[in-house]
C-alpha cells in the first residue's frame, strides 16, 4: 500500500510501540508460583536465616535470582526490624546452587546453604558460625476486628469491592475499589506476593493499596532490596519506607495503617495535609507523614472521603482480612 510520508511515519511509530509492548510483555514472561509446594529448590534456599558467628548476633536474607542464582544480604546485630540497627555496614555476595548446596564466596569468606542452614567458613576452613532458617510472622497477622469496624473481606464474598473477585482459595484478587469511601481511619489488610525467581524490580509481585485511592502504600516483592520508595512500604515517589520490612515472597505480611486526610476549606482550598502512621509486618515503617501530595495512578487529592483500591498490575497478588475503623 502506498502511503504519504507523515503517514507511513505514523504507522511506524505504531510499529515500533506495539513491538515495543510485546518485547515487554515477553521480558516479564516469567516463572511464577502461587504456592511454596511447586517452587522448588530455589525457593527452599530463599529466605530468612539468624545465628551467631565469632560470638556476634547475624542476620542473613537470601534472595533467589533464579536458575540456581542467589543474592546473599548479611545483617549484623540480626534481621531488619529484629535486631538489625538501620545504617549498620551489610555484607552482601552471591553464589550458585552446587547439587543441593548454595555456595557463596565472598573476599573472606564463604557461605554453604542446605538444609535449612547457613554455615559461614573462613578463607582457611575454619567454621565461623551457623545460621538457621526462620519464618517470621507478622505481629499483627490474624488481628481481629473490633465492635465498629467495617469489615472489607474476611474470605465470606467480595461485595463489598467494585470488581471484586476471590480466588479458589477464598483470596481477594487484586484490581478492585471498595464501594464505601472513607475520610480519617484505621486500616488493616494482610497481603500476600508470588514468587518470580526470573523477574526484576517492578515486575516482581507488583500491586499497591491506595489509601483514599489517592496515595500509594507500595506493595511489591522487595525481599533483601534497600528499601525505596517504589519498592516495598514505600509511598511511591514521596518517601522510602524507614526500614525495608518486606518479607521473603509467598509470605503472609500485614500493614496497620493510621490515617488523616487532607483538610479543605468550603471553597476548596487545601489547608492542611494528609497524614499516615504505617506498620510494616508490626514494625514502624512511617511516623506520622505529611503527605504532601497524591501519587500517579488512581484518583487525585480532594476534600471528599474516597475508596480504597488495591492497584492490579497483573501479578497474583492476594489480599485477605480487610477491615477498618472509621475515626
Known amino acids: 500500500m502506498n502511503c504519504s510520508a507523515p503517514v507511513c511515519a505514523l504507522f511506524t511509530r505504531l510499529f515500533l510501540i506495539v513491538a515495543c509492548f510485546n518485547i515487554c510483555l515477553a521480558a516479564d514472561d516469567s516463572p511464577t508460583f502461587t ?49 538489625y540497627q538501620t545504617g549498620a555496614e551489610k555484607k552482601e555476595t552471591e553464589g550458585v546452587l552446587d547439587g543441593q548446596v548454595a555456595k557463596f564466596k565472598g573476599d573472606e569468606y564463604q557461605l554453604e546453604i542446605a538444609a535449612g542452614q547457613l554455615q559461614v567458613i573462613s578463607g582457611d576452613g575454619e567454621k565461623l558460625g551457623t545460621l538457621k532458617r526462620v519464618q517470621r510472622e507478622s505481629t499483627t497477622q490474624g488481628k481481629q476486628p473490633p465492635t465498629g469496624a467495617v469489615v472489607l473481606f474476611n474470605g465470606t464474598n467480595a461485595d463489598g469491592f467494585e470488581n471484586g473477585k476471590m480466588t479458589e482459595g477464598k483470596l481477594l484478587e487484586s484490581d478492585c475499589a471498595t464501594h464505601e469511601k472513607f475520610g480519617d481511619h484505621f486500616l488493616h489488610i494482610e497481603f500476600r506476593t508470588p514468587f518470580k525467581p526470573l523477574a526484576r524490580g517492578q515486575a516482581r509481585g507488583n500491586s499497591g493499596v491506595y489509601l483514599q485511592s489517592r496515595y500509594e502504600l507500595q506493595v511489591l516483592d522487595s525481599f533483601g532490596l534497600s528499601g525505596e520508595n517504589n519498592e516495598c512500604g514505600g509511598i511511591y515517589q514521596i518517601a522510602k519506607p524507614l526500614v525495608n520490612m ?42 506520622d507523614l505529611e503527605l504532601k501530595s497524591g501519587t500517579p495512578g488512581r484518583h487525585p487529592e480532594g476534600s471528599t472521603p474516597d475508596g480504597l483500591y488495591l492497584q492490579g ?15
Open 35 to 83: 504456592d511454596a509446594a511447586s517452587a522448588g529448590i530455589d525457593f527452599k534456599v530463599q529466605g530468612e536465616y539468624v545465628g551467631v558467628v565469632a560470638d556476634e548476633n547475624w542476620g542473613a536474607q537470601v534472595i533467589a535470582l533464579g536458575e540456581g542464582k542467589f543474592r546473599c544480604v548479611g545483617f549484623p546485630g540480626g534481621l531488619p526490624g529484629d535486631g
Open 246 to 287: 518486606c518479607y521473603p515472597p509467598l509470605s503472609w505480611q500485614t500493614y496497620d495503617i493510621e490515617f488523616k486526610a487532607a483538610k479543605y476549606t468550603e471553597s476548596g482550598q487545601k489547608v492542611q495535609n494528609a497524614r499516615a502512621t504505617i506498620k510494616h509486618n508490626g514494625v514502624v515503617i512511617h511516623q
Open 313 to 327: 498490575h497483573g501479578n497474583p497478588v492476594v489480599y485477605r482480612n480487610i477491615w477498618v475503623v472509621k475515626s
